[in-house]
């Protein structure tokens, strides 16, 4: 039987020499990157919230790296992060082999980097540009919507609300009504009854009438009991529930004040609910994102000018080229857009209708209507005057104000085409905003051109691609922290993560080609001396064939 050999093994094996944990971590590792670029990093308004004395607590900078380590790895739970700093080689590096608990990641998370996170996205996006990943001279711009971790329905809706307030309202009037009615019986004195608008004159109303000693029988006393102990309470909580919704949001949730229900894509129920929820908002460039914000509004148009100066505030500077979809497009946008010379190429809706030929064809449709500028009318099919009959001024809900115009046909009366042009009683009337007409135009103009249409072929793949990369690579579709503070900080660790595993596979790719040219550089010598030497020696063979 032969003798089968096997290497020594023993789990209690010393060491002489103890060997260092970054001799099993391989040179082009993510893990070096992110311990290289947070050596970088200038932490000092960090260190600075730090107070003397007490325990010496971990340093920030090993703290930073493990989460951007956690969060380039997909893992987001604290209790897993500290599972990990006991278990894996690449944490216990980083780490310098210390074990924070959970809850102290969680704590430095949650506060010490909580008002930081915007600075050090910056920090390494300025990094990406010196080396030559991102310009900062263009932005992708697009938006997603990802699921607050409030429970999904702990809903709370403004005309509900308002509806329940009004009948409460009401009804408290009444039982005032009748005690001061009780109280005027017996005093034989008129006293003028004031309308209850808020609870704090109702609970002035209450004190008043406590404070009279005569004058409130037993009936009378129960249901002044009953606006003090239901009715104020109830009263209290319909004002604070319209508090948190604010004055530009139609619902909010129980569990996490500052999410607003919004449709989403990812149905859980596969029937359209609506899930509390953020709007992010992202630019790219090269798919590296170059700046990121959360927003309560579930439409896009009202994000884009807050969203293009917090890039200005980050950067001192506005980017040379927009590009977004038509979920951007509106007459405040253009103008923005227009007066930060900025150089747009951002689509309407219909932007791509209007280029079918069925709707070009169609002399009907406004936008195919003659337009006389220096007389102010339109030309109908017909060849009838649309004349101006009216104009009025639009307020959107951030308090931009549109100028329309009213245009009206002369006679539609027996017009052979009445069916095909509108349908309605009496002469075809046509709302025109003139300003958004002439963004409209401009904007059709750019994004047709040749530089327009390769803007447009990259936007799918920049944005979307990030988008989906977080979603499903990176399996990030709740956020975990509560509040527009929390939700920036967890995706400024995502977006920071993202962009360091891109910057490790750009370098990585860039190791490999030198790699290869170096390869390149020492065969290739050896391969023309081996086909020098082959030649002559044919031709030497050749020689003495043909003597």
């Not at 992110?34 to 308004?45: E, F, T």
């Not at 209708?353 to 500028?373: D, R, S, T």
């Not at 115009?405 to 509108?422: L, Q």
């Not at 990030?476 to 977006?495: H, P, Q, S, T």
């Amino acid at each position: 039987m032969k003798n089968i050999a096997f290497k020594d093994y023993s789990q209690g094996q010393a060491e002489l020499f103890p060997s260092r944990l970054d001799e099993y971590i391989p040179e082009s590792s993510p893990v070096r990157l992110v311990s290289k670029i947070v050596d970088q990093l200038d932490i000092s308004s960090i260190t600075s919230g730090y107070k003397s004395g007490g325990c010496r607590g971990y340093h920030p900078r090993m703290m930073i790296k493990v989460l951007f380590y956690s969060y380039l790895s997909n893992v987001y739970s604290c209790r897993k992060m500290e599972a990990a700093l006991t278990e894996s080689i690449h944490y216990m590096w980083l780490s310098g082999k210390q074990f924070p608990k959970h809850s102290c990641i969680n704590d430095f998370r949650s506060t010490r980097l909580k008002g930081h996170i915007n600075s050090l996205f910056t920090q390494v996006v300025f990094m990406l540009v010196e080396l030559g990943y991102v310009s900062l001279e263009v932005q992708y711009v697009d938006g997603t919507k990802i699921e607050s971790t409030a429970n999904r329905y702990t809903f709370v809706w403004r005309k509900s609300v308002e509806r329940y307030k009004a009948n409460l309202e009401k009804k408290v009037n009444g039982i005032l009504a009748q005690i001061e009615q009780g109280i005027q019986d017996d005093s034989k004195a008129k006293e003028e009854i004031l309308p209850v608008v808020d609870s704090a004159t109702l609970q002035e109303k209450i004190s008043e009438l406590n404070n009279r000693n005569k004058g409130i029988d037993t009936a009378e006393r129960k249901l002044l009991n009953e606006l003090e102990n239901k009715h104020l309470p109830k009263l209290q909580e319909y004002e604070q529930r319209l508090e948190d919704i604010g004055d530009h949001r139609n619902s909010c949730s129980k569990t996490d004040k500052e999410a607003t229900f919004m449709r989403m894509k990812e149905d859980h129920m596969k029937n359209g609910q609506l899930k509390p929820a953020y709007n992010i908002q992202i630019s790219t460039e090269n798919q590296f994102i170059t700046n990121f914000a959360p927003y309560q509004n579930p439409a896009d148009t009202r994000t884009l000018i807050n969203f293009l100066e917090s890039f200005k505030d980050k950067y001192s500077k506005q980017s040379e080229v927009v590009v977004a979809d038509a979920g951007y497009g509106s007459e405040e946008n253009y103008e923005y857009l227009e007066n930060e010379s900025v150089e747009a190429y951002v689509k309407y809706n219909y932007f791509h209708k209007e280029q079918k030929k069925a709707c070009k064809a169609n002399p009907h449709k406004v936008e195919n209507l003659f337009y006389n500028q220096e007389q102010d009318f339109f030309i109908c099919p017909m060849g009838q005057r649309m004349i101006l009959v009216g104009e009025y001024k639009k307020t959107n809900a951030s308090g931009y104000v549109s100028a329309i115009k009213k245009y009206c046909a002369e006679n539609c009366n027996g017009c052979p085409t009445r069916g095909r042009c509108f349908i309605g009683k009496g002469n075809r009337i046509i709302e025109i905003n003139h300003k958004l007409r002439g963004h409209k135009k401009k904007a059709r103009e750019i994004l047709t051109s040749e530089q327009g249409l390769v803007h447009r072929s990259k936007r799918p793949i920049e944005p979307e691609a990030v988008f989906g990369q977080i979603k499903f690579n990176k399996m990030f579709n709740r956020f975990r922290l509560k509040g527009l503070d929390g939700v920036n900080l967890e995706f400024g660790l995502i977006a920071i993560a993202l962009n360091i595993s891109k910057m490790a596979k750009r370098q990585a790719g860039q190791v490999s080609v030198e790699i290869f040219h170096a390869f390149l550089s020492y065969i290739l010598p050896i391969i023309r001396h081996v086909f020098i030497q082959r030649r002559q020696e044919m031709n030497s063979v050749l020689v003495q064939v043909k003597f």
